[in-house]
């Protein structure tokens, strides 16, 4: 019996080691990220956050352990030598860590690798990854601020260009651009980079951004020219609005500033820079509006500008300024890009001169005209959301707010003048739009096919994180709805709607963080948000309703409901993310904020906000809902100060919030009837989202709510604030079943009564038909983006374990649907909740991304089990990493 004794030990050696051998070869670090972005350039943060996810198949997968290393040789980090940073080996199952080696150097590419030991205790080790330093320091500039020296009112849009020539082989080139305005930057008669509008919109005059491009391929031997067209955007602003952005106190001509760095083969390096000898002219662009349109006139343009051999005796000299910011910092962000082609759908001749083209969905970007035609032709192309009954483009729903003093610029309509040498083609440059249509009209007659114009639909190009599909078209297209209105209104910082405003509105904002997050990897977006919200605060804590702004928006309605994004977003991206960096930010602009509130409001409650905002027909307290507010950001406040460390503060915020929550408790609350005030919609909504119900309380009011939701005809009854909160208060307590059935209701008032009517976006409105505040791209009313993946796939986020690192999994098998799938790409990989009704049973599926864990919560009815295999678990069952399969029946 020995032999067979040894045979069984050596076949468990030989199966053993070939996992353990196997194991290694398939576990690997990856997704490597610095400062959430991968491989950037221009950073200028002396501790950068370095990141990284785990790819390991088995069950149970986790790092024990990780060690990174960092230097300026990416053979030797390969090697396990990091002569910038070696941390050592830490045990540690973290993947998010500050890089905390030799101070960095400006203008350094760093490479970095990090080795990871599995839950066996094998290593393995990514590939290698980078990033490189920027400026690093308003001290390293040497370029000056030019202009050209033009006044505020000039309409052509300044042209600028330099020859050079190296005067050794090139190794490495970068160019660092900050401009206060628009611009796009060229080199050798090519546009560098793929971003659109750059710089990001800031408050110009406390915070300037600049972004730097590798153009190392784009230089050739010998001479080379640099060319710069700046735009005004929100720098210098010639429409009028209700705004008032053009008095706003940065206003000037554009200007930039440029340092082109080359590194030569034998180490040495050389700066050109903007100045005085930069030459300056005007050109096609005729005129620019980031908030109306584009004129340009092809028979001005200048050909081969911006290239070596073109004569430009006729330019003048650059005019020298001073920077319009002290702080000029990195756009270390994911960039503006025209995304996606959209090609025309259907195409109507109205008349010779007349042509409508329909996208087939409502959009933000530009279009792109391909025509020919006599020199000065003049083409205008107007775009709109919606037509008139006899089938014009109708913009009366979205130019409301405009204020013109002329008929010289028309609302979203560009103008295009041919100079009339053969096909030409025409892309606004510092512009985007809101819209479906585009209605081109010319000044002789043209002829125009459907090939003739291109939609490009445009955004912050942030990556996508959610995926999701049921067995609901209407819920599936809601759901395309909503993030297509999100990404309509998200360009450098998250706005209102793309048309009519463009305007960082913050209740938008925050009413819309959790679907962003859900659908998209967008911190990068939110951080620089935050940043513009610490540049506006007022020294007494005061936020204004839109930022960045121009000085509108300090009044008397910029309070808790809207104002709160300076809390509830930082808090967002520590959730979902695992990351407090913003959070930390932040910590003391939240303070002088909330004690603002405090001061103004002792007793506890507040009026100070706006309300619920469009309301189906019932309106809330105003001090009720802002209250509610109050308690939230005094509730961040105290966890924040829990998470740093500060005691005092937290002791202190926790009182103040459970002050604030007893005052609107005893003033709204009736303990008899389980109702707050009137029993609205929102009044009960927001009270049990935001954790003013007492959990023992929770059955009751949430049945108050199912059963006022059912008084209302199964429909809405809710403004902004409500709308947020309903669909989460009634899922969330018992009530998934009429959380369901209100988020597809298709019938007026709805979600879903938009898209039978046609929409491809989330409107402002409820009533389709009203007679204001009817755009048809906000997202405002966007949280059941967000609720598809909590109420419905149940994932949701545990605060004591935030980004994901511990999922909590809390489906709902609502009756409704016969399969649902979401899927949500978090810190540490893909989480999926699936489910599937097959005859009496539901089969669910689960994936937990390794170096994770989860607790599953079934929703069992009376006389139901959950199984596994065939064996029966527990209905609350918390598991490791893995891909599941469970039956219940």
Same mark, same amino acid.
């Given at each position: ?73 990416? =053979? ?62 308003? #001290? ?98 010639? =429409? ?50 980031? %908030? ?30 001073? @920077? ?145 599909? =049921? ?29 009519? #405003? ?93 004690? %603002? ?22 309106? =809330? ?7 509610? %507010? ?7 406040? @105290?966890? @924040? ?11 202190? %915020? ?81 009530? #998934? ?153």
């Amino acid at each position: 019996m020995k032999w067979k004794s040894s045979l069984i030990s050596c076949i468990l050696f030989l199966v053993f080691s070939s996992i353990y051998t196997d194991a290694s070869a398939i576990v690997k670090p990856y997704a490597l990220q610095c400062e959430h972005l991968i491989s950037p350039i221009g950073v200028d943060v002396s501790h950068p956050r370095l990141s990284w996810k785990m790819d390991d198949q088995r069950l149970g997968a986790k790092q024990t352990a990780y060690r990174i290393y960092v230097g300026n040789d990416s =053979s030797m980090v390969k090697a396990k030598t990091g002569n910038s940073w070696d941390s050592q080996k830490i045990n540690a199952a973290t993947s998010l860590i500050t890089y905390q080696g030799n101070a960095l150097r400006p203008f350094t590419k760093y490479y970095w690798m990090v080795e990871l030991w599995d839950h066996q205790g094998r290593n393995s080790t990514s590939a290698v990854s980078s990033f490189e330093t920027g400026m690093m320091g308003m #001290e390293n500039w040497q370029g000056t601020w030019i202009s050209d020296g033009n006044n505020i009112i000039h309409r052509p849009a300044p042209y600028f260009r330099k020859v050079f020539e190296p005067f050794r082989k090139i190794k490495s080139a970068r160019v660092y651009i900050a401009a206060a305005g628009l611009y796009e930057l060229y080199l050798n008669g090519k546009k560098v980079g793929n971003h659109r509008l750059d710089p990001m919109f800031t408050r110009f005059d406390r915070r300037t951004l600049y972004v730097a491009y590798d153009v190392t391929a784009a230089l050739q031997e010998g001479k080379n020219a640099i060319g710069v067209l700046l735009g005004n955007g929100w720098y210098n602003m010639q =429409s009028l609005a209700v705004w008032n952005f053009d008095t706003a106190p940065w206003r000037a001509r554009p200007a930039f500033c440029l340092d082109l760095r080359l590194t030569y083969e034998d180490g040495t390096t050389e700066v050109i820079t903007s100045g005085q000898d930069w030459k300056t002219h005007s050109g096609a662009v005729i005129f620019n509006s980031i %908030y109306t349109a584009e004129h340009e006139d092809r028979r001005l343009e200048q050909q081969g500008w911006n290239t070596v051999n073109f004569d430009d005796k006729q330019w003048k000299n650059a005019r020298l300024r001073a @920077a319009p910011a002290t702080q000029i910092v990195s756009q270390l962000m994911h960039p503006i890009r025209n995304v996606e082609t959209i090609a025309v759908q259907s195409l109507k001749k109205i008349n010779d001169t007349t042509y409508l083209f329909d996208l087939g969905r409502n959009i933000a970007g530009v279009s792109q005209l391909t025509i020919e035609g006599a020199a000065g032709t003049t083409l205008r192309l107007k775009h709109g959301e919606r037509l008139t009954a006899d089938g014009r483009l109708d913009l009366s729903n979205i130019d409301v707010y405009y204020r013109p003093k002329d008929k010289s610029d028309p609302f979203q309509t560009d103008i295009f003048i041919l100079s009339g040498r053969g096909k030409e083609t025409f892309m606004p440059k510092f512009n985007y739009k809101g819209f479906q249509y585009v209605e081109v009209t010319s000044n002789v007659p043209v002829q125009l096919s459907k090939n003739s114009l291109t939609g490009y639909f445009m955004h912050s190009d942030v990556p996508v994180a959610g995926k999701l599909k =049921s067995s609901n078209p209407l819920l599936n297209q809601l759901w395309a709805a909503t993030n297509n209105s999100y990404l309509s209104n998200l360009f450098g910082y998250p706005t209102d709607c793309p048309q009519r #405003e463009k305007n960082g509105w913050t209740g938008d904002g925050h009413f819309a963080i959790e679907t962003g997050l859900y659908n998209f990897d967008a911190l990068t977006i939110y951080e620089k948000w935050m940043a513009d919200h610490r540049d506006e605060q007022q020294p007494n804590g005061v936020l204004p309703d839109i930022i960045p702004t121009g000085g509108w928006g300090y009044g008397t309605d910029n309070g808790t409901d809207w104002t709160s994004t300076i809390a509830i977003i930082p808090w967002n991206i520590y959730l979902f993310y695992g990351d407090s960096q913003l959070l930390q930010n932040n910590y003391g602009n939240m303070k002088k904020y909330v004690d %603002y509130i405090t001061r103004r409001s002792p007793n506890g409650l507040t009026s100070w906000g706006r309300g619920d905002w469009v309301p189906v027909k019932s309106r =809330s307290p105003l001090e009720f809902t802002s209250s509610v %507010y109050y308690f939230v950001d005094a509730t961040i406040m @105290a966890k @924040a100060a829990k998470l740093f460390g500060q005691t005092g503060d937290q002791r202190y %915020y926790t009182a103040l919030a459970e002050k604030i929550k007893k005052a609107v408790n005893d003033k709204y609350y009736n303990p008899q009837t389980g109702i707050y005030g009137n029993g609205l919609q929102t009044e009960l909504s927001v009270a049990l989202q935001w954790g003013l119900v007492a959990d023992s309380l929770k059955t009751k009011v949430a049945a108050n709510l199912a059963q006022r939701v059912k008084a209302d005809g199964m429909h809405l009854d809710v403004g902004v604030l409500g709308a947020k909160a309903i669909l989460n208060a009634l899922s969330e307590n018992g009530q #998934e079943e009429i959380a369901y059935q209100l988020a597809v209701q298709n019938t007026y008032p709805s979600w879903g009564w938009w898209i039978v009517n046609g929409a491809t976006t989330l409107y402002e409105n409820w009533d389709i038909k009203a007679a204001t505040d009817i755009s048809l791209n906000h997202m405002m009313f966007g949280e059941i983006g967000a609720w598809f993946f909590k109420g419905l796939g149940g994932i949701l986020i545990d605060e004591q374990h935030p980004g994901f690192k511990h999922v909590l999994l809390k489906p709902h098998f609502v009756s409704g649907l016969t399969y649902f799938e979401a899927e949500h790409e978090g810190p540490y990989g893909p989480i999926l909740s699936s489910w599937k009704r097959k005859g009496e049973k539901v089969v669910y599926e689960v994936l937990v991304p390794a170096n994770s864990t989860a607790t599953v919560y079934f929703p069992l009815k009376d006389g139901q089990h959950a199984y596994q295999g065939n064996k029966a678990v527990s209905d609350t069952l918390t598991i490791e990493a893995g891909h599941y399969q469970f039956e219940i029946k």
